[in-house]
């Protein structure tokens, strides 16, 4: 009788191991079956009211079948873990012998790119090109160039101060300045470079930003001079000629000092939003360097004579390229400069 019961336990569970699609359906058979209150353990409890006989019977028959489920259990358990394996396997499967893709391209910020056509052009022109200190005295940046002491721009609203004293240079001019005593006249150098203010940053102001600045020095320099050598560095940026005009402006360290407009690329003058419709477009600030400016450096305004000039490289691109917010430039966002 009992044993078999036994025997319909073990074949059915065989069965349940056979059809089990998961290891979850396997677990559930070895609980109900195998566990602790499981079906064979009912068995074991019955066997103590057994006569001995009949007991020694039972238990081998008993004990076959907990060795034939146990070894059934495991070689099924077994089977799903070699499938699963399998699965993963197939989904890792990589040739090592494909070539690796390499290193992602990429190329010039368009900010770079500009300063490089410039420093280019101004070379062809017998122009040095320098390189000078981010970090900045405030002889070198203000007062060498003839800006006063009660300047706004000396203002700690409008500069980086540090705490020795020096700052962060707020134009690329104090390379002039090192230009000038270093090299002393004849002199054509540009001054490409990073400068800071200390600005709220909204859609055109930043406080980092990329200015270019020139000067040529040597005797009987004049406007003219100055206005071909505008003429053909916008020619440059903008690839086509452009209408320059000059009017008034101040700078401290030239006299007389210009604003250097161009007429506008987009209307040809006749007037637009972009000009907002004056038919002109503010450029650069330039203009003949002062004589206390060349005396401070150590060069005798008497027997020289140069003009110089300032733009943001920033406003450049922007320009060139109809960029309407000056944060899309240094933002990091790739996918705004993949573009260029
Ligand atoms: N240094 C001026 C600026 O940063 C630009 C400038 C340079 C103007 C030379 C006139 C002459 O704004």
Redesign the pocket.
Known sequence: MLEESIQELESGSLARIASATSLEDLETVRVQVLGRKGALDQFFKQMGKLAPDERARAGKVLNGAKQTLEAALESAKRQFAEAALRIRLDGEWLDPSIPAPGPRRGHLHPITHIQRELEEVFRSLGFAVLDGPEVETEYRNFDA?NIPADHPARDAQDTFWLANGDLLR????PVQVRGMERLGPPLRMIAPGR?FRNESVDASHEHTFY?I?G?MIDRGVSVAHLLYFMRIMLAEVFRREVNVRLRP?F?P??EP?FELDIQCLLCNGAGCPVCKQSGWVEQ????MVHPNVLRMSGIDPEEWSGF????GLTRLVMMRYAIDDIRHLQGGDLRFLEQF
């Open positions: 160039l707020t134009h690329t001019s400068v200015q600045e000067m402006g700078f360290f030239v000092g650069l600030g330039c203009g110089a000039f300032g733009l």
